[in-house]
T-cell receptor, first 113, second 115 residues
Framework: KNQVEQSPQSLIILEGKNCTLQ??????????LRWYKQDTGRGPVSLTI?????NTKSNGRYTATLDADTKQSSLHITASQLSDSASYIC????????????FGTGTRLQVTL | DVKVTQSSRYLVKRTGEKVFLECVQD?????MFWYRQDPGLGLRLIYF???????EKGDIPEGYSVSREKKERFSLILESASTNQTSMYLC??????????????FGPGTRLTVL
């Protein structure tokens, strides 16, 4: 069964600090992995998307890494801001599933003063 | 920018009522999706559609139906709402994409409460 697991479930950090969120997956055959940011009460918004051949991708202060051998990904947030407070969802797509995605349950990040 | 809109941000209905959730996208996407999101469970696919009048069941279709009469519009129908259908409902759209990409763009969500 295709699964995506994220850790930690929740995280509180001080503004200005860095943090790293983890994602492990068992989706096969792997097609691509994406990270979404979801503000409270809003729909998810894509941050990055990576295919098998890409092992890092950045979007401003967000940097995602992918290790397709160990089936792990991480999302690193640099110099956190209050506006980074949100849920971060790891989503994996398998080949041949015609756009069906496997979602993680997300990491809830709170950035405080 | 892709825009996916949903007819209501918040909705309160009574048990047994018929409920319509509407979703409209403006990017001429072939694919449209309905998900529900519950705490601790992540997003779960209810139904999706690849083309007008085409629909396929997702992982949790029971108690729901869908309609896609026009390419830009995808409706989710709760024939007889029940309290266990209280949830956040998210619509998404996307094209099959090129290569390995099959990006989905999400609407703002509808928070449905069934009393």
């Amino acid at each position: 069964k295709n699964q995506v697991e994220q850790s930690p479930q929740s995280l509180i950090i001080l503004e200005g600090k860095n943090c790293t969120l983890q994602c492990n997956y068992t989706v096969s055959p792997f097609s691509n992995l994406r990270w979404y940011k979801q503000d409270t009460g809003r729909g998810p918004v894509s941050l990055t998307i990576m295919t098998f051949s890409e092992n890092t991708k950045s979007n401003g202060r967000y940097t995602a890494t992918l290790d397709a051998d160990t089936k792990q990904s991480s999302l690193h947030i640099t110099a956190s801001q209050l506006s980074d407070s949100a849920s971060y969802i790891c989503v994996v797509s398998a080949h041949g599933t015609a756009s069906k995605l496997t979602f993680g349950t997300g990491t809830r990040l709170q950035v405080t003063l | 920018d892709v825009k996916v809109t949903q007819s209501s941000r918040y909705l309160v209905k009574r048990t047994g009522e018929k409920v319509f959730l509407e979703c409209v996208q403006d990017m001429d996407h072939e694919n449209m999706f309905w998900y529900r999101q519950d705490p601790g469970l992540g997003l779960r696919l209810i139904y999706f559609s690849y083309d007008v009048k085409m629909k396929e069941k997702g992982d949790i279709p029971e108690g729901y139906s869908v309609s896609r009469e026009k390419k830009e519009r995808f409706s989710l129908i709760l024939e007889s709402a029940s309290t266990n259908q209280t949830s956040m409902y998210l619509c998404a759209s996307g094209s099959p994409g090129t290569g390995s990409y099959n990006e989905q763009f999400f609407g703002p969500g509808t928070r449905l409460t069934v009393l």
